[in-house]
């Protein structure tokens, strides 16, 4: 009773092989991989960070405003 005889592990093979199947389990495998690169992928994603910095925006500056003189009685004169 200590451990299992070959007729045992073989029968387990079998059964093994009869719920899953070859292509079934190799599809198992195939989806935890992609789970394990989606995983990595997003806790690396999560280290950048998530908004970029604002950049300075220089725009066309507005002409100084100059005082204007105001037309008088005495400058219509001239």
């Keep these: 009773m200590g451990s299992f005889s070959i007729w045992h592990w073989l029968v387990v093979g079998i059964l093994v092989l009869l719920l899953f199947g070859k292509g079934r389990f190799s599809d198992m ?13 997003g806790m690396s994603e999560d280290d950048a960070p998530t908004t970029p ?8 500056r507005a002409p100084d405003a100059t005082p204007m003189s105001t037309p008088t009685a005495e400058h219509d004169k001239l």
């Design 29 to 41: 495998m195939g989806d935890v991989a992609k789970g394990i690169k989606s995983f990595k992928k």
């Design 53 to 60: 910095a604002p950049k300075h925006i220089e725009g066309q």
